[in-house]
């Protein structure tokens, strides 16, 4: 797998990559997720929008948001026909890669419990720091320390 920034041509791909891999939980939260809903276009251009490529194809898609005192892991997204073959701990690597990078200690993320990521996260070192009642769902808030 390679990994590279996103630039304004790979609108579509980022989109695409997103929509496909969260599509599935829009039947069981009975809404739209948010991040099929977030403006990728923006993100491409102000933010880190990382695609994940296997054999020149788009599989996979990170967008990181470079907060002063974290990293913040807005979307780690897989399309499904690649779920389930590793390339998620590739993706979560190359985050703590770029956390690295940039002098980060530490990163965070937050994912509805709707997801079935609670135990996930906590996998590569992730702890849930705070949960939250939204008006549509609830949301566990993850952060990792790096050394």
Do not use: W
């Not at 496909?20 to 880190?48: H, L, Q, V, W």
């Not at 005192?69 to 399309?79: G, N, P, W």
């Amino acid at each position: 797998m390679e990994f590279r920034k996103a630039a304004k041509e790979d609108f579509q791909s980022v989109l695409d990559c997103v929509t496909s891999a969260f599509s599935g939980y829009a039947i069981k939260m009975g809404f739209t997720p948010p991040p099929i809903r977030e403006d990728y276009y923006s993100f491409i251009n102000n933010e880190e929008v990382i695609i994940a490529e296997l054999d020149g194809k788009t599989i996979g898609v990170l967008v990181l948001l470079l907060k002063k005192e974290y990293l913040y892991l807005d979307v780690i997204a897989i399309k499904p026909e690649y779920q389930g073959k590793g390339y998620s701990h590739e993706m979560m690597d190359e985050v703590e890669k770029i956390a690295h990078s940039r002098n980060y200690r530490q990163i965070m993320l937050k994912s509805a419990l709707a997801f079935d990521k609670v135990n996930y996260y906590p996998m590569f070192g992730y702890k849930i720091v705070m949960i939250e009642e939204m008006e549509d769902r609830t949301v566990a808030h993850f952060q990792k320390m790096l050394e």
